[in-house]
């Protein structure tokens, strides 16, 4: 299904973390599983014009990387075009995340707020989550960290498709596994149909 936008319609981008100097880099790992590629645009995620991913790989620079960390970045973007950021890292998180992401949103009207997590830690700042609307005025807030369909045109179809074939067919229970935050279950029962979700992954519901 196309995108009513050509350029700029994914709602996130994740992007690896690794240690560079004092600081990290962010990038795609390239085919050889060991390089970084830094990227300074994806059109696909967003215009030129916002400057997201420069602004954010001079956020990632200025945190401080004591050991051999790496991680990853995920950029999530709401309906308003602001931006949300959720750093995880794999041994610590950086002793001046807060300082670093509050400057980030204090100085950047793009950013609303970001966090980061290590083995069970968790730090944000501002509003780490982003808010879009989901159908016809059913408007869902979530943090980078859950899990959405990431092509708003396309998911849009298939959950006004799913409710459609359910409602026809007079459907009386509804096991929604592997919901994430559950966009498929709000929508069909926002039809009145009576609905269940399940998700395994508690990240994914954030």
């Known amino acids: 299904i196309p995108a009513v936008k050509n350029w700029a319609y994914r709602r996130n981008i994740r992007l690896t973390l690794r240690p560079s100097g004092s600081g990290f880099q ?13 990227v300074k ?11 997201i991913l420069p602004n954010v790989a001079a956020i990632i620079e200025k945190l401080s990387c004591r050991k051999e960390n790496s991680g990853s970045v995920v950029i999530l973007r709401s309906q308003a ?7 995880s ?22 950013f609303s707020g970001g966090s980061a997590s290590c ?10 989550k982003a808010s879009f609307e ?21 998911s849009l179809r298939i959950y006004e498709d799913v409710r ?14 592997y919901c994430g935050i559950g966009c498929l279950s709000l929508v069909l029962a926002s039809a009145g149909l009576k609905i269940h979700g399940v998700e395994n992954n508690p990240a994914a519901v954030k």
Do not use: W, Y
């Open 26 to 38: 962010m990038g795609f790992v390239g085919h050889d599983k060991e390089s970084l590629i830094q």
């Open 89 to 110: 890292f794999e041994k610590e998180i950086p002793a001046n995340f807060l300082k670093v992401a509050n400057d980030a949103v204090q100085e950047n009207s793009s």
């Open 164 to 177: 459609d074939l359910l409602t026809q067919n007079k459907a009386e229970r509804i096991l929604d596994l």
């Open 41 to 51: 645009d994806c059109s696909i995620f967003s215009s030129q014009k916002d400057q």
């Open 81 to 87: 075009n602001k931006f949300v950021l959720h750093c």
């Open 134 to 154: 989901l159908l016809h005025g059913l408007e869902i807030q979530c943090s980078p960290r859950a899990f959405v369909q990431n092509h708003p045109d396309q």
């Open 119 to 128: 083995r069970g830690q968790n730090q944000s700042v501002g509003n780490p």
